[in-house]
């Protein structure tokens, strides 16, 4: 799910020119870079952009920097005045060198299928109300329950400027893109309907009237018992499963014709050896005889050998 990344050397090593990350993002020949290191070292069937769900808010203005040690950091938006600062206006200029990266890559990634991406909206609003990262998010589900018409306003705010980038990202070459909705798991139900559901419906549909064919995959991290809901209202191709989830579980719930994407535990992967290799089997065979495209069930991590990665890929493909 996150092919590049701090676990490849060649990476690091252009981290490390870029300076800073925001650089490595909207700088193209970087970001192609480091896009296709990956698809060079294993042949992977498919290469994702390598950008950040957060450069969305970034390029709708509002302050985005990343320190070592501590992740993004953002001046927090929790007032109708911030949600009012957000400049539409900046959009086209801000992400145009990230769709240079992707008209670049089109001609790149050879027979590997082209994927395009964005953070949910939801997952998108958790950084910019928080203001940082969180593990339970109380200002954003306290903003959400206190003040559902500044929060909705934020929602729909977002979920139209992720149509209009992941439609950017789809005329300049992506075949397929996918939403990231890391933090899903953390709502109520009714809160996960309005918030997570209902704006990855629209952004689905938009994308079906506006390039059809193209397939969109939904990741709701952790939807638990909502997952087969969120398929159904969404409509959605593909369905990115977590590694909390039950495949057979999801497999059940999930409508035959819709791609289940998933779900190794990176830390799995990090491990190796017969650990992974036993779980790896476990998963192919849940998932066969239905669409089914195997992936991690989070980012992979930082310390993952490459040989492992070698390795995983060796075996799905023996199957």
Same mark, same amino acid.
């Given at each position: 799910m996150r092919q590049a990344g701090r676990y490849l050397p060649e990476y690091r090593e252009v981290r490390a020119r870029a300076g800073s990350f925001i650089n490595l993002c909207t700088t193209p020949a970087l970001a192609m870079e480091v896009t296709l290191q990956p698809l060079r070292r294993f042949g992977f069937d498919a290469a994702i952009l390598f950008s950040d769900?957060?450069?969305?808010?970034?390029? %709708?203005g509002q302050?985005?920097?990343?320190?070592?040690? #501590?992740?993004?950091?953002?001046?927090?938006?929790?007032?109708?005045?911030?949600?009012?600062?957000?400049?539409?206006?900046? %959009?086209?200029?801000?992400?145009?060198?990230?769709? #240079?990266?992707?008209r670049g890559l089109r001609t790149e990634v050879g027979d590997a299928t082209l994927l395009g991406f964005a953070?949910?909206?939801?997952?998108?609003?958790c950084y910019m109300v928080e203001g940082r990262?969180?593990?339970?998010?109380?200002?954003?589900?306290? %903003?959400?329950?206190?003040?559902?018409?500044? !929060?909705?306003?934020?929602?729909?705010?977002?979920? #139209?400027?992720?149509?209009?980038y992941l439609s950017a990202q789809i005329d300049a070459g992506a075949e397929a893109v996918m939403l990231f909705d890391s933090w899903a798991g953390v709502l109520a139900p009714s809160l996960f309907r309005a918030y997570?559901?209902?704006?990855?419906?629209?952004?689905?549909?938009?994308? =079906?009237? =506006?390039?059809?064919? /193209?397939?969109?995959?939904? !990741?709701?991290?952790?939807?638990?018992?909502?997952?087969?809901? !969120? /398929?159904?209202?969404?409509?959605?191709?593909?369905?990115?499963?977590?590694?909390?989830?039950?495949?057979?579980?999801?497999?059940?719930? /999930?409508?035959?014709?819709?791609?289940?994407?998933?779900?190794?535990?990176?830390?799995?992967?990090?491990?190796?050896?017969?650990a992974m290799a036993h779980e790896t089997d476990a998963i192919l065979a849940a998932m066969r005889g239905r669409p089914f495209i195997f992936n991690l069930g989070h980012g992979i991590v930082p310390d993952t050998p490459p040989a492992h990665v070698a390795a995983l890929v060796s075996q799905v493909r023996a199957v």
């Open positions: 769900i957060l450069m969305l808010p970034w390029a %709708l302050e985005l920097r990343y320190e070592e040690g #501590e992740g993004p950091l953002l001046a927090a938006v929790r007032d109708a005045a911030a949600v009012r600062a957000l400049d539409v206006a900046r %959009l086209p200029g801000a992400i145009a060198p990230i769709l #240079e990266t992707v953070g949910g909206p939801f997952t998108v609003a990262g969180s593990k339970d998010w109380e200002q954003v589900r306290r %903003l959400a329950w206190s003040d559902p018409a500044l !929060f909705g306003g934020l929602i729909d705010l977002l979920t #139209e400027q992720t149509i209009v997570v559901i209902e704006p990855s419906a629209r952004i689905a549909a938009a994308i =079906r009237a =506006r390039h059809p064919g /193209v397939p969109v995959i939904g !990741f709701p991290r952790q939807a638990g018992t909502m997952l087969g809901e !969120f /398929v159904r209202v969404t409509g959605i191709q593909g369905i990115g499963a977590d590694t909390s989830a039950d495949l057979t579980v999801v497999a059940r719930d /999930v409508p035959a014709a819709v791609a289940i994407q998933g779900n190794l535990d990176p830390q799995a992967l990090a491990a190796g050896g017969q």
